[in-house]
């Protein structure tokens, strides 16, 4: 059964840090392209962060870029999403999702995922 599973999220003073972790099962990590999205009460979902299969592209939207890092460790099957300098507007619910890819490609569409997580809560308070 495949899953992915986060972890990580909290609640944070505005300019701290929160390390997101994404777990999976069930599939072979090294095969898939992971991304991290993000939902805000009363918002559409929105891409945060991408990296290919290797882990050796990444992609980040303008609003994180230069704050968040994603990275990912075929090793322990893991995903991660160190967010720093946290901001008031990064409140969200944090989804992990991945999609068997056959390249170096770093999906930033959510329709380009098959597989998602079921969220984490990501609370930023100044």
Avoid at 92 to 111: E, H, K, M, Q
């Amino acid at each position: 059964q495949v899953q992915l599973a986060e972890s990580g999220g909290g609640l944070v003073q505005a300019g701290g840090s929160l390390r997101l972790s994404c777990a999976a099962s069930g599939l072979t990590f090294s095969s898939y392209a992971m991304g991290w999205f993000r939902q805000a009460p009363g918002k559409e979902r929105e891409f945060v962060a991408g990296i290919s299969r290797s882990g050796r592209s990444t992609n980040y939207a303008d609003s994180v870029k230069g704050r968040f890092t994603i990275s990912k460790d075929n090793a322990k099957e893991t995903m991660y999403l160190q967010m720093n300098s946290l901001k008031p507007e990064d409140t969200a619910i944090y989804y992990c999702a991945g999609g068997l890819s056959w390249d170096a490609t770093v999906w930033v569409r959510g329709n380009q995922y098959k597989r998602w997580g079921q969220g984490t809560q990501v609370t930023v308070f100044s």
